[in-house]
């Protein structure tokens, strides 16, 4: 009840001040009046008595703002009064106001951009099942560096000859031709091994996905299309499973759309329009894709070092065996310069668009400029330029790095942000374990940038 009552009572001063500040103004009066009355009494003139409750009780007007102030309308009263203030200050002041507000504007706006930025793609996990367990695997090169891209025969002798995984999948991406509705496009397809979705622990939207028994030479057709390209071109049609996509001349049937929030191996940004079995990658021509790249599910218990021991152990036999029987000695060294390197994969391939890449550029630069502002005020534009791209050079997931294993590789891999190889893995704590010493100087060699 008293809460009742003191928000009444704080409502009423605010909105009916003058009648409220009457009522207090007539409650002092007949205070001060008493007051008076019991000096009078003791035998004091009216002057000396009301000077001497004066002096006892101080300013009225002091008792006034004491009054005022016990309740909570006061803040409310004070802040509103501030704001009408500052609203006056900043109207005498154009020239000054814009500038402040384009300040606050500007702080407020990049801090936003930098956190979703940061929360998107270093923060947030993939949202699959147990995206911990998720690793990509990687190779050392002879001559030093790393590499993703594996023949397919690769990817089949790893997944069937190991005891550390409890699914592996490869996938490729690709541009390829799309009729629907007799209009022509080229739109973003990936081809994944069909365990894919068995392995993420990824369920369909609508409809269902596709397995490894839709992953098999002479089967029908069948398409898993992303939840943007179900909006964009069936306008979220739930009719669209059983409908006929044609891609490259060959009738696919579309069988289900993924969840609104998967965007494939990325937590966020584009993913693929459409996903199709590994079996079809040969048919629709993609004879320049030649290399896959590979993603894992560890074992419950299993350890990344565990995994990788038992990977080199089948991936070193592989090689020796593709080498055939005569091997010269300087082949066998290289053999066995080739070892696997886990790099995790919880949060994704963090490969952005060109949008977040341009913006991540930005960022750095901004980074990088307060660095030389710091060291030499009088750095030049020039000076500027030439160091960054010394740091870039020098950057492990550069674009030197790109893997040359096919032209179309190349293309593919040359976009791609130098966050994505080295600085996810530190920044998530995660250790990226090579049973070889060029994996342990690689990621010595992450772990110094500054």
């Given at each position: 009840?008293s ?5 009444s ?8 001040k ?15 009046e ?5 000096k009078?009494k ?9 000077r001497?409750v004066?002096?006892e009780?101080g ?10 102030s016990?309740?909570?309308e006061?803040?409310v009263?004070t ?6 203030f ?14 402040a507000?384009?300040?606050?504007a500007?702080?407020?706006g ?14 947030r996990?993939?949202?699959v099942?147990?995206?911990?367990q998720l690793?990509?695997?990687?190779a050392?090169?002879?001559?030093g560096?790393?590499h993703?891209?594996f ?10 000859r ?6 592996m ?16 496009e ?20 609508l ?42 001349r060959i ?5 289900g ?22 079996a079809?990658?040969?048919?629709l ?12 599910r560890?074992?419950?218990g299993m ?19 593709e080498?055939?029987s005569?091997?010269?000695p300087?082949?066998?060294q ?8 886990l ?14 890449a ?9 980074r990088?400029?307060d660095?030389v ?17 010394d ?17 179309a590789?190349?293309k593919?891999?040359a976009?791609?942000s130098?966050?994505s ?30």
């Amino acid at each position: 009840m008293s809460l009742l009552r003191s928000l009444s009572d704080g409502l009423r001063s605010l909105f009916r001040k003058e009648r409220v500040e009457g009522e207090l103004d007539e409650e002092l009066r007949d205070f001060l009046e008493m007051a008076t009355d019991e000096k009078m009494k003791q035998g004091m003139s009216r002057e000396d008595a009301l000077r001497a409750v004066r002096l006892e009780r101080g300013s009225l007007q002091v008792t006034k703002e004491v009054v005022r102030s016990a309740g909570w309308e006061s803040f409310v009263d004070t802040s509103w009064q501030d704001l009408r203030f500052a609203a006056r200050t900043l109207r005498k002041s154009p020239g000054f106001t814009a500038v402040a507000v384009l300040t606050l504007a500007l702080g407020i706006g990049a801090n936003t951009a930098i956190f979703s930025l940061v929360d998107t793609f270093l923060l947030r996990a993939l949202p699959v099942k147990d995206p911990q367990q998720l690793v990509f695997i990687r190779a050392t090169r002879p001559k030093g560096g790393t590499h993703g891209d594996f023949p397919y025969a690769t990817f089949e002798a790893l997944r069937d000859r190991n005891y550390s995984f409890s699914g592996m999948f490869a996938w490729d991406g690709s541009r390829v031709s799309a009729v629907l509705n007799g209009q022509a496009e080229l739109i973003d397809g990936d081809f994944v091994s069909g365990n894919y979705w068995d392995v993420l622990g990824v369920a369909a939207f609508l409809g269902r996905t596709f397995n490894a028994d839709d992953d098999q030479p002479g089967k029908n057709p069948v398409a898993v299309i992303s939840y943007d390209f179900w909006q964009r071109r069936f306008a979220r049609d739930p009719a669209v499973v059983g409908k006929t996509l044609y891609l490259g001349r060959i009738p696919f049937t579309v069988v289900g759309v993924t969840s609104p929030r998967f965007f494939g191996r990325n937590v966020a940004g584009r993913s693929a329009d459409v996903v199709l079995p590994m079996a079809f990658h040969t048919q629709l021509g993609l004879s320049d894709h030649d290399t896959f790249e590979i993603m894992a599910r560890l074992k419950p218990g299993m350890t990344a070092d565990q995994a990788c021991a038992d990977l080199d152990v089948g991936f070193q036999q592989f090689l020796t065996r593709e080498a055939g029987s005569l091997i010269s000695p300087q082949m066998q060294q290289e053999i066995r310069a080739q070892t696997i390197v886990l790099r995790a994969g919880s949060r994704g391939e963090s490969q952005p668009t060109e949008n977040f890449a341009t913006e991540m550029r930005i960022l750095a630069g901004y980074r990088f400029a307060d660095r030389v502002r710091k060291r030499s005020e009088s750095a030049s534009g020039a000076g500027f330029g030439a160091a960054k791209r010394d740091r870039c050079a020098s950057c492990p997931g550069s674009r030197a790095s790109a893997v040359d294993s096919s032209i179309a590789h190349r293309k593919r891999l040359a976009g791609r942000s130098r966050w994505s190889f080295g600085t996810p893995v530190r920044q998530l704590g995660w250790q990226p374990s090579s049973c070889g010493s060029l994996g342990q100087r690689l990621h010595d060699s992450i772990s110094t940038q500054p």
